[in-house]
């Protein structure tokens, strides 16, 4: 078992909702791996910290005074006021002119850098290296002629036999015959 699995099936592993083989050899993993044995500690001691926390009780007249308060709530948001009793018009940071004329300043700032960096350049002539060829191309093969080509009903099957008779040395074959 690799720790990645073992990482991926460690809450099944301490839920014990793992098959009996898969149960032994999380063990072995972990009797094995120092790291996953680590983690395994970790993942326990937390759950047993919050298995051991106190249960919070509430007050008698929790949930009345919670319903109280929701209702109360409620009945403010649909009127459209605060708790103050102040009208709630919803926040807003900034108003429509204020982003208009904040999308404006961006506008400005992006031409006038545009126009900064092309004014200072001149204009630049590309200059390709010469070319020299160094020996000359080889003659076609006798095998892949387009007539040939065209000549062959199968097609795709011969494509890849022509490619491969024209980029194979002739002299092999002549060698292997003992000429």
Not at 38 to 44: A, Q
Not at 142 to 158: D, F, H, I, K, R
Not at 166 to 173: E, S
Request: aromatic letters at 6%; hydrophobic letters at 45%; a positive charge.
């Amino acid at each position: 078992m690799h720790c990645r699995e073992f990482r991926r099936k460690h809450d099944a592993y301490i839920d014990d909702t793992l098959s009996g083989i898969e149960l032994d050899a999380m063990a072995r993993h972990r009797e094995q791996c120092e790291g996953c044995a680590r983690l395994d500690t970790r993942v326990r001691r937390a759950l047993l910290v919050a298995h051991n926390l106190p249960t919070i009780h509430p007050s008698a007249g929790f949930s009345k005074r919670l319903e109280v308060r929701l209702t109360h709530e409620r009945a403010l948001k649909a009127a459209g006021l605060t708790l103050n009793g102040a009208r709630s018009e919803g926040w807003r940071p900034f108003s429509v002119g204020a982003y208009t004329a904040i999308a404006a300043g961006v506008f400005a700032a992006a031409g006038l850098a545009a126009v900064v960096s092309i004014a200072g350049r001149e204009p630049q002539t590309i200059r390709m290296a010469p070319v020299v060829a160094s020996r000359p191309e080889a003659e076609p093969s006798t095998l892949a002629t387009p007539v040939l080509v065209a000549a062959m009903p199968a097609g795709m099957g011969v494509w890849p036999a022509v490619f491969v008779a024209q980029q194979a040395p002739w002299h092999f074959a002549s060698d292997a015959v003992g000429r």
